[in-house]
């Protein structure tokens, strides 16, 4: 258990013109934020360029004094620009996908890789809570009116325009592209109902017709795309909850389904050369499965023993192999461990507990042979305490693992130092998964490594020190919240 179109003909979106996608809008008060522009839909713009459509006049003035850098699907990018929206203030928002000029330009300028990061009068004033508190004492406000720069510092504005400019020609047919399956899959999954039950894996309502299928690791491309596209779009503006029950009405949630029975037909052994491709494969696979789901079932529910039934009866075919949850998390992503949730291993007698695939499962041929802990703010099981979902690449891999560490270790890692007795609070996930992260001396080392704010970095190495080494720091891990982020 774990965490929460567009298709051209036959070939469907080139991976390479998904995977660079970026997308540079002005956005005003007056517009609703459902208002969007599809990023499959690519729209290549230098910042000054987009600012001057919406203005009749180039004075400095007219252009947004603030820009924000967002991702799709990142709940707290919608709650920051939902915030400045409700204040009045218009923004120019530079959506990137997986753009690691932008996004190794951005880490140089402000030492951070995590998003939101909003920008006024040249610098960086800091993620979603900054919005928040800046706008209840004022101090946004007046910064703004202060400022007499544009929002971006140049470096980054640079990249940005510059990565407009070499780009803009992909315009016009990547945007009017016809979005369809292709035809054989078309007619093969016509009038077909998708699956409605948990007893068959979800994408075999319908035979895959076309042999041999695309690389794994091209369809799951294509198909997280797909999916981060209905997530981010079904995404409440305070980025809170996601309409599942509209996401199942909407066309483009039906394309994926159809398109995610090519997934039976694909060649798991080719992963087999490359971590990095089949870390990428089975992440974005773990959470296509886990939005599919929701939107086609229902979400886990039941509690406990509820959850745990669901995550062992969600599944996909898969290269001729039927996987659930469980298989893709535990059997696969962590090298074939046991379930945290085993009565042994609930009864700390883990070593005795049984291996996710037994000796003699075919299955186990695909397990990675190491954990890379980071894998557990990758993976989102749609509740409300799970890491947001992110878009993962075999040539960005360690680039958005490190990003999603570092987002979550930003945000769930609490320092509490007090004059008799300092506590290191901590999310579930880190007593849950202990055996990933190695020993408690090997856990504070990771922290310190992930952590971005330095302030927090510190203070582990203070509490580290007054209790004589980190095996002797106090740990409290929080309650997980597992109500489910769906719209009710």
């Given at each position: 258990m774990h965490r929460a179109v567009a298709l051209t003909p036959r070939s469907f979106l080139p991976t390479n013109t998904l995977s660079r996608s970026l997308v540079i809008r002005l956005t005003r008060p007056r517009f609703p934020l459902s208002r969007r522009v599809s990023p499959p839909l690519l729209t290549f713009l230098a910042p000054t360029t987009a600012m001057a459509t919406t203005s009749s006049s180039s004075s400095q003035q007219q252009q947004p004094s603030v820009a924000v850098?967002?991702?799709?699907?990142?709940?707290?990018?919608?709650?920051?620009?939902a915030d400045?929206?409700?204040?009045?203030?218009?923004?120019?928002?530079?959506?990137?996908t997986d753009q690691l000029d932008v996004l190794n330009e951005i880490k140089k300028a402000t030492g951070q890789s995590t998003v939101p990061q909003i920008f006024v009068d040249g610098g960086l004033i800091g993620g979603a809570s900054d919005v928040k508190t800046g706008l209840e004492n004022g101090s946004l406000k007046q910064l703004i009116q202060a400022s007499t720069r544009p929002a971006l510092p140049t470096a980054i504005q640079n990249v940005v325009s510059a990565l407009g400019s070499k780009e803009k020609g992909a315009e016009g047919s990547a945007?009017?592209?016809?979005?369809?399956?292709?035809?054989?899959?078309?007619?093969?999954?016509?009038?077909?109902?998708?699956?409605?039950?948990?007893?068959?894996?979800l994408n075999s309502h319908y035979q895959w017709p076309i042999s041999p299928a695309r690389s794994a690791i091209t369809v799951s491309a294509q198909l997280r795309q797909i999916i981060l596209n209905l997530y981010d779009t079904h995404m409440t503006p305070d980025g809170k909850k996601v309409n599942y029950k509209a996401m199942s009405r909407d066309p483009a949630f039906r394309l994926y389904v159809d398109a995610a029975a090519e997934l039976q037909k694909v060649d798991l052994a080719s992963l087999s050369t490359r971590r990095e491709e089949a870390m990428a494969f089975w992440i974005n696979v773990y959470n296509a499965m886990v939005v599919h789901a929701t939107a086609a079932i229902g979400p886990a529910d039941g509690g406990t023993f509820g959850r745990l039934r669901w995550y062992d009866s969600v599944s996909y075919s898969i290269g001729g192999f039927k996987f659930n949850l469980n298989d893709v998390e535990h059997g696969i992503l962590r090298a074939n461990a046991p379930s945290p949730a085993n009565i042994l291993s609930l009864l700390g007698a883990?070593?005795?507990?049984?291996?996710?695939?037994?000796?003699?499962?075919?299955?186990?041929?695909?397990?990675?042979?190491?954990?890379?802990?980071?894998?557990?703010f990758a993976l989102n099981c749609g509740a409300t305490s799970c890491p947001p979902i992110r878009v993962y690449t075999p040539e960005r891999l360690e680039a958005g693992l490190a990003a999603a560490a570092a987002a979550f270790c930003g945000s769930d890692v609490v320092v509490e130092q007090h004059s008799m007795r300092s506590i290191v609070k901590l999310s579930s996930?880190?007593?849950?998964?202990?055996?990933?992260?190695?020993?408690?001396?090997?856990l504070f080392q990771f922290l310190g490594e992930n952590?971005?704010?330095?302030?927090?970095?510190?203070?582990?190495?203070?509490?580290?020190?007054?209790?004589?080494?980190?095996?002797?720091?106090?740990?409290?891990?929080?309650?997980?919240?597992?109500?489910?982020?769906?719209?009710?």
């Open positions: 850098v967002t991702t799709q699907g990142c709940p707290y990018c919608r709650q920051a620009k400045l929206s409700a204040a009045g203030i218009p923004y120019a928002e530079i959506l990137i945007s009017t592209a016809e979005l369809v399956l292709p035809s054989a899959a078309a007619k093969a999954s016509a009038g077909i109902p998708i699956v409605s039950s948990l007893s068959r894996p883990s070593k005795w507990a049984p291996k996710t695939f037994a000796a003699n499962d075919q299955r186990k041929q695909f397990s990675l042979t190491t954990v890379d802990p980071r894998i557990h996930i880190f007593k849950w998964y202990g055996k990933d992260f190695g020993t408690k001396t090997q952590v971005p704010d330095e302030e927090v970095k510190n203070k582990l190495k203070e509490v580290i020190k007054a209790a004589g080494g980190a095996e002797n720091v106090a740990v409290e891990f929080l309650p997980y919240d597992w109500t489910v982020n769906a719209v009710e």
